[in-house]
T-cell receptor, first 115, second 112 residues
Framework: DAGVIQSPRHEVTEMGQEVTLRCKPI?????LFWYRQTMMRGLELLIY????????DSGMPEDRFSAKMPNASFSTLKIQPSEPRDSAVYFC?????????????FGQGTRLTVV | QQQVKQSPQSLIVQKGGIPIINCAYE??????FPWYQQFPGKGPALLIA?????SEKKEGRFTISFNKSAKQFSLHIMDSQPGDSATYFC???????????FGKGTRLHILP
């Protein structure tokens, strides 16, 4: 298996523009997580899905952020409009089932820079 | 209550030394405590994990010590090597909701 695949790897955008980050989880994994990593705040959980349904989005910073999972093999995280403080590395991770609790397989991340 | 507090923020150890990274939690509903290792430019990867019904778990050179009454756990790396230089995250999860809460990470550098 190729693992969790994220695209793009790097994104530079201007403040106010819409940004869409993409994730393909490992086939057969029921859970999908979006995390944001910064030096100041570490790894923050933004939202997670179980069987394509959002379970907990309490970590989404504000209404500018939205996430979707239209099917088991694809998820997006959208920021509209983007702001410089959104600059971070965004990770997608997947987990096979509740039987593998706490075991997340991470993608390589998308480094977002908003100028 | 949902936080996992990790220290130190950074650590420099001579090759062969034993770096120790500490974590503490408040929520007693947490029932699974994994550690993740992250190399530059990569995503975190599961290293080792423990449940609160045991006080120690060892896998190779990596050992988790767990103190349930103090709500603390720590990672020890025996005979540390320069290749162990990475960022280490402790984490906690609970079976009822499967989300994983991470500490802020420790940047470890092993001197050759």
């Amino acid at each position: 298996d190729a693992g969790v695949i994220q695209s793009p790897r790097h994104e530079v955008t201007e403040m106010g523009q819409e940004v869409t980050l993409r994730c393909k989880p490992i086939s057969g994994h029921d859970y999908l997580f979006w995390y944001r990593q910064t030096m100041m705040r570490g790894l923050e959980l933004l939202i997670y899905f179980n069987n394509n349904v959002p379970i907990d989005d309490s970590g989404m910073p504000e209404d500018r952020f939205s996430a979707k999972m239209p099917n088991a093999s694809f998820s997006t995280l959208k920021i509209q409009p983007s702001e410089p403080r959104d600059s971070a590395v965004y990770f997608c991770a997947s987990n096979p089932s509740s039987g593998r609790q706490g075991e997340a397989f991470f993608g390589q991340g998308t480094r977002l820079t908003v100028v | 209550q949902q936080q996992v507090k990790q220290s130190p923020q950074s650590l420099i150890v001579q090759k062969g030394g034993i770096p120790i990274i500490n974590c503490a939690y408040e929520n007693t509903a947490f029932d699974y405590f994994p550690w993740y290792q992250q190399f530059p430019g990569k995503g975190p990867a599961l290293l080792i994990a423990i449940r609160p019904d045991v006080s120690e778990k060892k896998e190779g050179r990596f050992t988790i010590s767990f103190n349930k009454s103090a709500k603390q756990f720590s990672l020890h790396i025996m005979d540390s090597q320069p290749g162990d230089s990475a960022t280490y995250f402790c984490a906690a999860s609970m079976n009822r909701d499967d989300k994983i809460i991470f500490g802020k990470g420790t940047r470890l550098h092993i001197l050759p």
